[in-house]
T-cell receptor, first 112, second 116 residues
Framework: GEDVEQSLFLSVREGDSSVINCTYT??????LYWYKQEPGAGLQLLTY?????DMKQDQRLTVLLNKKDKHLSLRIADTQTGDSAIYFC????????????FGKGTRLSVIA | DTEVTQTPKHLVMGMTNKKSLKCEQH?????MYWYKQKAKKPPELMFV???????INESVPSRFSPECPNSSLLNLHLHALQPEDSALYLC???????????????FGSGTRLTVV
């Protein structure tokens, strides 16, 4: 079955690092994505990781993938107030006819 | 052009009205999607079009009727909606439906629909 779990809330102080976690159930995932959604807006792709990678870094963003534990995390360094948003992880299965599966989303609040 | 454009941005309609939501992309993507998103929830898939053919209908009520006139356009026709249908309706596109890539799905900014 398809299930992607995330913690619902995270609050951090400006300048600290944020770590948003996600667990997934399907071991045949090909790509895993992190999307950001600001209030009233659509989803913006932040970064991705391919399933044969363990880590991917892109400026302030670091994605870690632990395939054994089916755990994905997004670390945001030097978190800013503009990072306040809902973050969705999403997995794409390898079954060929199943669309992207989203987690429930983590609401990140950055305190100045 | 790397955008998905949705119109209108906001729509208020009565339960007896007929309206349409529009989505357009010019990235050459061959898969297009309609999602419904309620407040503080993840997007819920409604329909998938692949190469202009309806591939997935997630048991959506018939008061929602999708249409894909060509590879760049996707419409969602609305008729006799209920107040509980009020939500953010998101359109997305991807290179194709059968495999992923680094770009994932590109989302539009959505239509905020209110049914009164």
């Amino acid at each position: 079955g398809e299930d992607v779990e995330q913690s619902l809330f995270l609050s951090v102080r400006e300048g600290d690092s944020s770590v948003i976690n996600c667990t997934y159930t399907d071991s045949s995932s090909t790509y895993l994505y992190w999307y950001k959604q600001e209030p009233g807006a659509g989803l913006q792709l932040l970064t991705y990781i391919f399933s044969n990678m363990d880590m991917k870094q892109d400026q302030r963003l670091t994605v870690l993938l632990n395939k054994k534990d089916k755990h994905l995390s997004l670390r945001i360094a030097d978190t800013q107030t503009g990072d306040s948003a809902i973050y969705f992880c999403a997995e794409l299965w390898n079954s060929g006819n199943t669309p992207l599966v989203f987690g429930k989303g983590t609401r990140l609040s950055v305190i100045a | 052009d790397t955008e998905v454009t949705q119109t209108p941005k906001h729509l208020v309609m009565g339960m007896t009205n007929k309206k349409s939501l529009k989505c357009e992309q010019h990235m050459g993507h061959r898969a297009m999607y309609w999602y419904k998103q309620k407040a503080k929830k993840p997007p819920e898939l409604m329909f998938v079009y692949s190469y202009e053919k309806l591939s997935i209908n997630e048991s959506v009520p018939s008061r929602f009727s999708p249409e894909c006139p060509n590879s760049s356009l996707l419409n969602l026709h609305l008729h006799a909606l209920q107040p509980e249908d009020s939500a953010l309706y998101l359109c997305a596109s991807s290179q194709d439906f059968w495999g992923g890539d680094r770009y994932g799905y590109t989302f539009g900014s959505g239509t905020r629909l209110t049914v009164v």
